[in-house]
């Protein structure tokens, strides 16, 4: 009877992380699909006119060593790259997005080639060793990742001690308790400053500062101690 219970459970777990994973699955698809078909013109309608201003004013708090390695998570287009090469003339960057059309994109506008590059990969599980990068990036891409601590665990992973991650979405300012906000219907979730700093805390990130961009967009600067 016990075996027979025992048995009984493994199989539901075995069936609830199928169920799991899939639901995972389909996510990433539905996400990768969405932005697919919005890379032709992601670049000249209106959302991408705002997005360029918010790269304007972020450089306003970007202070990087001269011979720097960034990576930009959710890269898109590589908007925010080209721009920091132009500033940067010895910044090396890579651009990482999960899709294949926006890399296509980045890549046909890349003027700074080899100095940028861009690869296809998650932001939750990145593609690269540790302590690999000065600063990363991400700006409006945070919104859509499905596991938030898992990212900026793999944050604090490849930035190298001393190094910052600039995360830069939308928020709120209703503070609650919670770390983690149920994903809206649109697979989509705001972050207000206090979970921010909670979120980067638990992964071993300090916040430096908050500064509002543009309206509810908000940068959050992160740093990784030097003595982790
Ligand atoms: C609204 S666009 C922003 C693009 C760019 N950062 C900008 O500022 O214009 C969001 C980007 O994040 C990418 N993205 C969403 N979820 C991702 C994930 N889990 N891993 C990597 N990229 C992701 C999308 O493919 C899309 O290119």
Redesign the pocket.
């Known amino acids: 009877m016990v075996s027979t219970l025992t048995v009984l459970h493994a199989r539901l777990d075995i069936a609830a992380v199928q169920v799991g994973t899939q639901m995972t699955d389909n996510f990433?698809a539905n996400?990768?699909r969405l932005?697919n078909n919005w890379a032709s013109s992601y670049d000249w309608i209106f959302p991408?006119v705002f997005?360029r201003a918010?790269?304007q004013r972020l450089l306003e708090y970007v202070d990087l060593p001269e011979r720097v390695n960034v990576l930009?998570?959710?890269?898109?287009?590589g908007?925010?790259l080209e721009r920091l090469a132009t500033k940067f003339p010895h910044l090396r960057g890579t651009g990482?997005?999960?899709?294949p059309n926006?890399l296509r994109v980045a890549r046909l506008s890349n003027h700074h080639h080899p100095r940028l590059i861009y690869i296809e990969?998650?932001?939750?599980s990145l593609p690269f060793g540790e302590a690999q990068f000065d600063a990363v990036f991400s700006?409006?891409?945070f919104l859509?990742?499905?596991e938030p601590q898992q990212v900026l665990s793999e944050v604090a992973r490849v930035l190298t001690p001393g190094g910052c991650f600039y995360l830069v979405d939308f928020t709120f300012n209703k503070e609650t308790e919670s770390e983690k906000l149920p994903i809206s219907p649109l697979g989509i979730r705001f972050y207000s400053p206090k979970q921010r700093e909670m979120l980067g805390s638990s992964s071993g990130l300090l916040c430096v500062s908050h500064h509002y961009l543009l309206g509810p967009v908000l940068l959050t600067i992160f740093t990784k101690p030097t003595l982790l």
């Open positions: 990433f996400k990768k932005f991408s997005y918010i790269h930009d998570l959710g890269c898109g287009t908007r925010l990482l997005d999960l899709s926006m990969g998650k932001a939750e700006t409006i891409s859509h990742y499905l």
